[in-house]
């Protein structure tokens, strides 16, 4: 027989996995989470700033200020609200909103990050105004853009 061939005997059968075996695994984890070292083992392993995978770098201050807005507009209808709402509501930054207001990274690579501290500038929005909204926009830009360049 040629040299790293093996005459295969029958493979191991993988243990078999019943609910009682996923209970148990499951308490496992369970386990593990709830002990405070764990966490903190976890949390000291993972790579600082740029080198962890959830770094967002401009966009930390932008998700932090949207999940405020968010939560002290919960609850309002939408600013557009009629027969076409549909999907969740969110907080939308408002078109109008002061220049000087404006925060965040103003570079083309990330636009739609800009937000403000300020509640009044946002407004509440369901999914198909919001996209409108944004479209708009857009729209908005691109003209503006046509005629300065016209
Ligand atoms: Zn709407």
Known sequence: MPKGVYDR?????????????????RAITRAKWTDPGYRDRVHAALPRGERNPSWRGDAVGYAAVHTRHQRSLQGQPCA???????????????????????????????????????????QVLCTHHHRQYDWDQEKNAALHRGKTHA
Request: glycine share 4%; net charge neutral.
């Open 9 to 25: 005997t029958m493979a191991k059968p993988r243990p078999r996995r019943t609910s009682e075996s996923r209970e148990k695994m």
């Open 80 to 122: 557009s609200a009629d027969e076409t709402c549909s999907g969740p509501f969110a907080c939308a930054l408002r078109r109008d909103t002061p220049a000087e207001h404006l925060l965040g990274s103003t570079a083309e690579a990330s636009r739609g990050l800009l937000f403000s501290l300020h509640a009044e500038d946002y």
